[in-house]
């Protein structure tokens, strides 16, 4: 026995969740180097907000233990190594993607304080600040309260238990990396880190779909994930651009154009693949109605909030009606998906546009039923990080499922009556 | 880094396979105190007999490793810690029921000398010589032969495929715990050392049923694995006695004699429920039909080559027309068990008498269909080590199965002469 290394071990103050500043998803980075362009200092306010209202969160979850894992995550700062890759490395194919003025603004970048309090059992968590500086807190913010809460379900598990727990779990998502290897050209990334169970557990899915599925296997949008086991960071934007930028709006027209400046702003910084819209802030339809020709060219679409098969539909016959050829174009699934969604998607589009699949949720943090005792929290949960404020504005997110919907109510009377109500569809909002 | 360590590690000379000379089954050492008391300079020859025919053992497993796993067993002698408890440790509920001279002999004892050579792609393995030395040969030897077949296999996987071979294996397993815990008043012992997958994953087998089935789990005939996990060590005896005593026996009528000879001579060094009968060496009706009354007296039958329910029902009636309640004697099952047979002899029996379960290969050997890639070795074969020879005589087999027997053809015939062929079935052989 190693005496030293069992000391050393049994001394630990903390087994922090995050431990890098690159544990993080890609598309942050990208829309950081865009908003510490563009808005570095607009103020906005981002908040946690957990849509299983049934899972008292602050009850399960020891306040403390929250506090020690975001204290920690405060002291990281990019490491030498991390800023060359990012420099080095090239992303989506395109070479320094980060120019060095951004990566240098890195160097001494560190997670602004935070806002912790405690309503009706759930955690009010909030960032408020400079756009620039708040932003990144939302996938470290998420990853805490998720594996926490997952350490808290595997408290009530024997050694034994936990043995079987991880068999069970592993056993699964090989079933369906088997599944998964029967869709020709298929095209798959993780996305799991938010609602991840656990780092680890990310590593070593990630490295199930790597060693299973071969070039299917496109990459990781965790960008800590990619650097280490060489993979593609993937990932472009998020609805957080959309959102600050309408709550700046000085008025209803300028508040209809913001989906399309968004875009504008988006192709001034970036190109290629990278061009992917994400339709549904505000509501697909209402984008499609008014969206200027030229996003017709954009490499694809991400629909996010509305049923895969009737929303990649619609997109087909935009694109078609708009005189482009859909199978030259990428139709990118991320709402939700598990194995049997990926198979069906697959099915109906394959052939007809080109085809990516994020999957997060039930990737990284499928454990139900999985374990041999009762431990509840070990069953995911649809918590998000939202920008609630921008400028001193409400934020509001539509979505095409109003489930999603998230704001001040009258904000979002507001944001239907410019936008629109068409094509909205209520679906049960899962993880 | 613990650079010792890996530094020790690397510089494997061998993974053995057997490590303790207690690493072996239980009917074993009682057994050879009986055999060290009254036999102990009979020449015998054992000799491993693969009844899967069609895996070529010579081909598959490389003669110089299977040397220098039977050339460690052979430096292995019982540690004063071993002896301690061999003798301070209560069996059966008996305590010392090792006899101190016995111990002594114990203290100097090694395993003897074999003989090995390879014919039409199989290992010809034999053990010769005193009955008392070579007869602890049985259980190391087909360990190591099962446990480096396993190996090949293994080789063939990467890392990654190996974690999800044992998820695959361990879930599996735990889906049967499952299912024994709705058996009432189940009572069910491990049996798998000489068909396992290897000694660590038997150790976690065993800690499986243990944290799985509480009381449910009666214990494990591995002698070794009892003493490290505070379980009770079970059985009593095996076939190399009556086979043994036939093969000595000088005329055909001292052979229709020998199988109640062999429980004479038991219940002469044991008591109790070690008192249990296994009554298919030569066929179970043969037995039935001559048995002398006393033999009703004892506790209980392993039946272990009929059918489990046909032999039972047998056993019954014959315990009823010698005017014993069926409800207090003792019915063993241990021939190629699993959950389904299992599930079906509990049901049919429950109630009716005591049942107890010995469960061996499909315990401890189940990976058919865990491994992700091709490894055809990890599939369990049918090997055995069985009395080839006493006293220079052929050693006969007959089972209640024909398929099982073993030894000299010429043999066969005159037993099947002296004790009938009455109630032999032909099943195959599986495990």
Redesign the interface.
């Known amino acids: 026995m190693?005496l030293a290394?069992r000391a050393y071990d049994h001394g630990f103050r903390l087994d922090p969740i995050v431990r890098s500043l690159l544990d993080t998803d890609f598309y942050k980075l990208l829309m950081l180097q865009m908003i510490w362009r563009e808005h570095r200092d607009t103020p906005v306010v981002f908040q946690v907000i957990n849509r299983t209202r049934s899972v008292r969160l602050a009850d399960e979850i020891d306040i403390g233990a929250l506090r020690e894992q975001l204290d920690h995550a405060r002291t990281l700062g990019f490491t030498n190594k991390e800023l060359v890759w990012l420099a080095g490395n090239s992303f989506y194919g395109v070479k320094q993607i980060f120019s060095p003025d951004f990566i240098g603004w890195l160097t001494d970048y560190r997670l602004p304080d935070y806002d912790l309090s405690v309503q009706d059992g759930q955690y009010v968590l909030t960032f408020a600040g400079a756009w620039a500086e708040v932003t990144l807190w939302e996938i470290p913010a998420l990853a805490i309260l998720n594996e926490l809460r997952c350490r808290v379900g595997l408290r009530r598990l024997?050694r034994?238990?936990m043995?079987?727990l991880?068999?069970?779990a592993?056993?699964r998502l090989?079933s369906k990396v088997e599944r998964l290897r029967a869709l020709p050209d298929l095209a798959l990334s993780d996305f799991g880190t938010r609602r991840r169970h656990g780092f680890l557990w990310q590593r070593w899915c990630i490295?199930?779909l790597k060693?299973?599925l071969g070039q299917a296997f496109i990459g990781t949008s965790n960008v800590l994930h990619a650097m280490e086991n060489d993979l593609e960071a993937i990932g472009t934007n998020g609805h957080e651009l959309p959102m600050v930028l309408a709550a700046l709006a000085p008025d209803d027209a300028a508040l209809a154009r913001t989906p399309y400046a968004v875009l504008d702003e988006w192709r001034r910084h970036y190109g290629g693949n990278l061009l992917v819209v994400l339709p549904d802030a505000f509501g697909t339809e209402a984008f499609l109605d008014q969206a200027p020709d030229w996003v017709a060219d954009w490499t694809g679409f991400r629909p996010d909030s509305a049923p895969p098969i009737a929303a990649g539909e619609r997109l087909i016959d935009w694109w078609r009606a708009h005189g482009r050829d859909p199978k030259e174009k990428l139709l990118i699934f991320s709402d939700g998906m598990d194995i049997d969604g990926i198979e069906a998607a697959h099915a109906h589009f394959h052939g007809r546009a080109r085809l990516s699949f994020g999957w997060g949720t039930n990737l990284t943090n499928d454990f139900r039923d999985c374990s041999?005792a009762f431990a509840p929290e070990l069953e995911p949960i649809s918590l998000v990080c939202k920008v609630a404020e921008a400028g001193g504005r409400p934020a509001v997110k539509l979505s095409d499922n109003p489930e999603k919907a998230v704001g001040d109510p009258a904000e979002i009377e507001r944001y239907r009556r410019v936008f629109g109500v068409r094509g909205l569809t209520a679906q049960p909002v899962v993880v």
């Open positions: 190693d290394k024997g034994f238990e043995d079987v991880y068999s069970r592993k056993t090989w490295q199930a060693e299973g041999p």
